[in-house]
């Protein structure tokens, strides 16, 4: 269980991006985090794994104190937690392979990073991670040569390949087109549902959001405004995360 209480988030020029939020994710469920640019999304789901420091407040993670953690317990910790990003951060010219291949650098000896050493029960969590991405055929095709739900789906089988237990995901499909975008959602609904990995996703596109999360948190200039189903998301509640700026429903 993720759990926020009375977390704030001040970054060093002194803005507060997150004020007093009080939020707790139970295992398994999926949930998109919507709101304006610029309302602290990014923030929000960057404070679970550490990349970002919180402030104020207390966040755990299964009971854990996010913030005690460091070193090898923060590495630890990091497996756990599976990160996606709108830009799919891949290695272009390296092969679909050593690009999920890189899910396992920061446990190895490093003489086997360098030399890139993996072993067989490694290349087979590979192999078997594109397997359950669908794009197993792929594995030998360098990155950049793929289209980019393509890429999206590689990013996801190398979170995969260390048997997550959340994937954070930073707008993952605000570069791809409306069906590919879909279908990357279906990935994402897919793995909630069939391997029970808690899914925080932050998303601008609302249909998106309640077409495939069972709940919405809708962030206002740092502040939780809505924490509910998204099937009781309407009007009333997108104004008071939107402000009414009904461009951001488009
Ligand atoms: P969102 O993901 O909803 O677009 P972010 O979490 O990225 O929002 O940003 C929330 C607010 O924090 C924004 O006003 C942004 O400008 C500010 N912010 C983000 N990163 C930093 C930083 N490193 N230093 C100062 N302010 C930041």
Known sequence: MIEFKEVGKKYPNGYEALKNINLGIEQG????????????KSTLIRTINRMHDISQGKLTVDGTDVMTLQGKSLRQFRRKIGMIFQSFNLIARTTVIKNVLTAFVPDLPWWRAALGIFTKEEKMKALESLDQMGILDKAFVRADQLSGGQQQRVALARTLAQNPQIIL???????????????????????????????????????LALQYASRVVGIRAGE??????????????????YQGKQEALA
């Open 29 to 40: 469920e999926f949930v998109a985090i919507i709101g304006l640019s610029g309302a602290g």
């Open 169 to 207: 995901a930073d707008e993952p499909v605000a570069s791809l087109d409306p069906v590919t975008a879909k279908q990357v959602m279906d990935d994402f609904q897919r793995i909630n549902r069939e391997m029970h990995i808690t899914v925080l996703i932050n998303i601008h596109h609302v249909e």
């Open 224 to 241: 939780i405004v809505y924490d509910g189903p998204a099937s009781q998301v309407d009007q009333d509640v997108l104004n008071a995360i």
